[in-house]
């Protein structure tokens, strides 16, 4: 039997839009080695709770969703990471934070957990206080003569997020590239437990400050579907309006750092001004220049400011003036020749880590949860997804320009059509599961939760960018050490989000 | 002379617009005197009238980060008061750091404070380098810069404004002139 097959066929526990299927441990070791001949089901997540393992998986062939869950026996279950090596990512966090150990994992090594932290296992039943400090990070080893190892970070020349990377290399050459996270580790998950979604949603909204709306969508949107609870229409559309608009900054954002990685002022200069206008925009409508806890499980937390469209409309027209510019700037040498045949990901590479965003729609991995599956007001402005296959850093260059028209022609239709009426309902305090996602500038963003009388149980949120370090790390062999910025650049890479 | 008539039509934008960026607006007094005071009692040697700024990610969201990164934007246009960042804590006279101090980083934060040649400023920014903002209380997370750091600036915000940030960087521009 397949493996999307072997899910299909076990009971169902009672989760919103989609139930979760419980396989009992040896249906989940036969789904687990089935996996390798279904390359069209892809893993999205896997995370734990105290007793059991789940993970979201995603049947292309029938687009559509698929939860799976099995129960850890003896502190142990089998792991998925043989037959989808994303996994493997997701397993060390499942060990660090619950103890629950992935039996046949390709990686066992420590992930978030350092040997920093006052206890071992802080998500498990029975944390262990008194722990022996665990071993340093370890790096694969490497064997070969006139190797040189580069250590880079935690701490970055430029504003950027903390992270580690060893690269080893020839001279000039790369011959491997390692990362390793976790160091902004917060605890987040842990402080989420036993709140309500409403004091929840803070800390949704703090996973990854640049995806802040797009968490927030996906995570009211998780509570919404556990409480079958229908936000109202006008706050919907809001929540596409700031989702839109955190998208264009995201790109411009982005655009900017490969400017500057090339050495071109140009292009950051002229994506600042239009950032810093967004945000303004952002911050008059919305009352918040990130639109950080702007949207709230039960709808949007305040309506637009007045004249509040009109502002919004009015920087959207003068970013489609300034578009042209702005592509012009990149089509000229040097910078889109210079960013041609960088960092190349084939779009095998792409599907067998389900990649989102930009990154895996420049490999040709035509994902974009704002058209299926489909949520909010994105139904009703149906359009096709921005795709190319080349799947190198000038591919998803473009595809960022391509999705900041795509962006404003999207806003232009929301304000249009902006219907009236209240911005939010209250919420029972009931108990339920429920699944959200959105897209967000990086990539497809994935939050489920269930609430125990209206406070929540057990949460997790997947964020894009765990598919996305590994695949930077793949990109990097046989490279130039003088080309990594750029390719990072393009990538735009952030690392709360993964490190939760 | 043969000029393309749109790089002739950008000049004649150019010359005509005004500058995008913004006109400052007047130091803080109070908070700048209160900084001098401090460095006075400190006897802290004085750095020129420029500060090289190091951003250190000390377990950020990266909410902070865009607002920072706004500093350098036309609008706002940091260096036009002498500030700049650079790429090591070598050559920085401030640490700017963000995020509620991950236990994962108080060493890296503590090797990068130690690289930073005397005199030096540390400036906490956003709420959760104040105090931990809303992640307090977390199994992985200290509390702010300050309980590992001796820090001279906190800018409160989640995430502070570019505003907010750059009248805090100027006191201390002005605090550093005055003591």
Redesign the interface.
């Known amino acids: 039997m397949s493996a999307s097959a072997l899910i299909r066929s076990a009971a169902t526990e009672p989760c919103r839009p989609w139930p979760r299927h419980m396989l009992a441990p040896s249906d989940w070791t036969e789904m687990a080695a089935a996996l390798a001949g279904e390359p069209t089901l892809a893993l999205l997540a896997l995370w734990a709770d105290t007793a059991h393992v789940h993970a979201i998986l995603y049947d292309e062939a029938a687009d559509e969703p698929l939860l799976a869950s099995t129960r850890v026996e003896a502190g142990r279950y089998t792991a998925l990471s043989p037959g989808r090596p994303l996994s493997a990512w997701f397993e060390c966090m499942v060990q660090d934070l619950w103890g629950h150990t992935a039996a046949d994992g390709i990686d066992q090594r420590p992930w978030?957990d350092?040997g920093?932290?006052?206890?071992t296992h802080?998500m498990a039943l029975r944390s262990d206080d008194l722990r022996a400090r665990s071993e340093p990070a370890e790096f694969l080893s490497v064997a070969g003569e006139d190797l040189d190892q580069i250590p880079l970070g935690?701490?970055?020349?430029?504003?950027?997020?903390?992270s580690h990377m060893r690269l080893t290399g020839v001279g000039e050459t790369i011959v491997r590239l390692e990362t390793r996270l976790?160091?902004?580790?917060?605890?987040?998950l842990?402080?989420m437990r036993g709140k309500s979604p409403r004091a929840a949603a803070?800390?949704a909204a703090?996973?990854?400050?640049?995806a802040?709306v797009a968490h927030a969508i996906a995570f009211a949107q998780a509570t919404e579907a556990a409480l079958e609870a229908e936000p109202p229409l006008r706050a919907v559309a809001l929540r596409a309006v700031m989702a839109e608009l955190e998208r264009i900054?995201g790109h411009l954002?982005a655009l900017a750092a490969i400017g500057e990685a090339a050495g071109i002022a140009a292009l950051?200069?002229l994506c600042?001004?239009q950032?810093?206008a967004v945000?303004r925009v952002a911050?008059l409508t919305f009352g918040h220049?990130?639109m950080?806890d702007c949207v709230v499980p039960g709808g949007v937390a305040a309506d637009l400011a007045p004249g509040g469209a009109g502002a919004v409309l009015r920087v959207v027209a003068e970013l489609a003036e300034r578009l042209p510019e702005l592509e012009r700037r990149y089509e000229r040498a040097p910078l889109a020749p210079r960013l041609s045949g960088l960092g190349v990901v084939s779009a095998a590479q792409v599907s067998s880590l389900a990649a989102g965003g930009v990154i895996g729609r420049a490999a040709g991995r035509a994902f974009d949860v704002r058209r299926s599956p489909g949520y909010g007001a994105y139904a009703s402005f149906a359009r096709p997804v921005p795709l190319l296959a080349v799947g190198d850093a000038d591919a998803r260059t473009r595809l960022r320009l391509a999705e900041i028209g795509d962006s404003i022609r999207l806003l232009r239709n929301l304000l249009d059509t902006l219907p009236p009426g209240a911005v939010s309902i209250p919420l029972s305090a009931d108990s339920g599961e429920g699944v959200g996602f959105a897209e967000s500038a990086r990539g497809d963003v994935w939050h489920w939760l269930r609430l125990d009388h209206g406070q929540i149980a057990s949460v997790f949120m997947r964020d894009p960018g765990w598919a996305h370090w590994p695949l930077f790390e793949a990109t990097a062999p046989s490279g130039q050490v003088a080309d990594l910025p750029l390719i990072q650049a393009s990538f735009d890479l952030?690392s709360?989000g993964v490190d939760l | 002379m043969n000029v393309p008539g749109n790089v002739l039509g950008q000049i004649v934008r150019t010359l005509r617009g005004r500058p995008?960026t913004e006109l400052p607006v007047p130091v803080d007094g109070e908070t700048a005197a209160s900084l001098a005071s401090r460095l006075e009692a400190t006897s802290r040697a004085r750095l020129g009238r420029s500060l090289a700024i190091q951003?250190?990610?000390?377990?950020?969201?990266?909410?902070?980060?865009?607002?920072?990164?706004?500093l350098?934007?036309?609008?706002y246009n940091l260096t036009q008061f002498g500030l700049v960042?650079?790429?090591?804590?070598r050559h920085a006279d401030v640490l700017l750091v963000t995020?509620?101090l991950?236990?994962?980083?108080?060493?890296?934060?503590e090797?990068?404070w130690t690289a930073t040649p005397d005199p030096k400023f540390v400036v906490a920014v956003g709420d959760c380098a104040v105090d931990g903002g809303?992640?307090k209380?977390?199994?992985?997370?200290g509390g702010g810069i300050g309980t590992t750091l001796p820090v001279d600036l906190l800018i409160s915000g989640?995430?502070p404004?570019p505003e907010r940030i750059l009248a805090g960087l100027r006191a201390l521009l002005e605090a550093n002139a005055r003591s």
């Open positions: 978030l350092h920093h932290w006052p206890q802080p935690p701490v970055h020349g430029d504003i950027e997020p903390a976790g160091y902004t580790h917060k605890g987040t842990a402080l803070r800390f703090r996973l990854s400050g640049e802040t900054a954002g950051p200069m600042g001004r950032r810093e945000h911050g220049r990130l950080m952030a709360s | 995008a951003h250190i990610d000390a377990g950020s969201c990266g909410g902070c980060e865009i607002e920072i990164r706004a350098t934007n036309v609008i960042f650079v790429t090591s804590p995020g509620p991950t236990r994962n980083l108080v060493e890296a934060l090797q990068a809303v992640f209380g977390s199994y992985a997370v989640c995430p404004t």
